[in-house]
């Protein structure tokens, strides 16, 4: 049974909603009112303030548990949004590395890129709405725990032997579709997506772009919102973990796009991390009684993603050491 039943807790939805939209609101209408190529400096700075906004939302959302379920239980539940949470963000690196592909291959320039980004979070946030609510329901059935698990394990295989392959828009499935309707202009029309042209409205190469990383993240979330009901029970903590990763994202891009290669090794690390989740859910938690320690599963999944990021700069730096001598 869920602490936090949507019957009883809708309202706390509609407020986390209301905050989250007053955000967007403030980003696009004041900070980024203009169309602007965003600085590192102006990115490091948004993703440290959306870090810190989900961690004083997690210590409240604990100080309310405690007030509630006890110390024990607000603890356990304070835990689960952290890992979530860490996971999430983790798993949107991946995003990172299609970003870089997708707004090269459609020439974006950098000063559009955040608008593009800006909607392909407000996809994002639907999107993820839809699949949390359908995992929710599905997770009732003790069956698809197991099913969830071992399609964690192999995406995390996969995940692991797999190599980066380029991007085919023309070949998507959804863009073969839309552009068999619409017909799309061979040039950026300033930060439009869409124009009209002797009375017919055409799509540009924006609009397609918005569509493609709208797709792609539909692909990530089917891996990542199964990881974290490997974590949690409770679909609030999967919701509000989810949509803290999503709204950091593209201040993250912003600030590692052009550093991404570095963290090459990384891509093993989340891969183990899907398996560790996978196996959670599969075996884990019935070996020790119904629910492996969420402060071991925090434990594991920081320690394999610090592994995996000093791995990758220590093995670069011993590369450029090389290059040089």
Do not use: C
Not at 154 to 183: A, C, D, V, W, Y
């Amino acid at each position: 049974m869920s602490l936090f039943p949507f019957a009883d807790y809708w309202w706390f939805y509609g407020l986390f909603l209301l905050f989250v939209f007053a955000m967007l609101a403030l980003d696009l209408g004041v900070f980024n009112r203009k169309a602007h190529v965003v600085s590192f400096k102006e990115a490091t700075v948004w993703s440290i303030v959306w870090v810190v906004l989900a961690l004083i939302f997690n210590f409240l959302f604990y100080q309310y548990a405690l007030g509630r379920f006890g110390a024990e239980t607000a603890k356990t539940l304070a835990l689960e949004f952290l890992s979530g949470y860490i996971v999430e963000y983790s798993l949107s690196i991946d995003n990172i590395f299609v970003f870089v592909l997708v707004f090269s291959y459609f020439a974006i320039p950098a000063k559009y890129k955040h608008r593009v980004l800006f909607y392909g979070i407000l996809g994002a946030l639907f999107f993820r709405a839809i699949f949390i609510a359908v995992g929710s329901a599905l997770m009732q059935f003790h069956w698809v725990i197991y099913l969830f698990g071992g399609f964690l394990i192999i995406t995390g295989i996969k995940m692991m032997f797999s190599h980066q392959e380029e991007i085919e828009p023309e070949k998507n499935f959804l863009i073969r579709i839309f552009t068999r309707f619409m017909p799309v202009t061979n040039t950026i029309e300033g930060k439009d997506f869409f124009v009209k042209k002797s009375g017919v409205t055409y799509a540009t190469p924006l609009f397609i772009a918005l569509l493609f990383l709208e797709a792609t993240d539909i692909v990530f979330a089917v891996d990542s919102v199964p990881a974290i009901f490997a974590l949690t029970n409770e679909p609030l903590i999967v919701f509000t973990s989810n949509i803290f990763a999503i709204l950091g994202l593209r201040s993250m891009y912003f600030m590692l796009a052009g550093a991404i290669d570095k963290f090459h090794l990384l891509k093993y690390g989340l891969s183990v991390v899907l398996i560790f989740v996978g196996l959670k859910m599969v075996w884990l938690n019935d070996f020790y009684g119904g629910k492996f320690p969420i402060s071991y599963s925090l434990g594991i999944i920081l320690g394999v993603i610090g592994i995996s990021v000093i791995a990758s700069l220590i093995f670069q730096q011993k590369k450029h050491l090389e290059i040089k001598a």
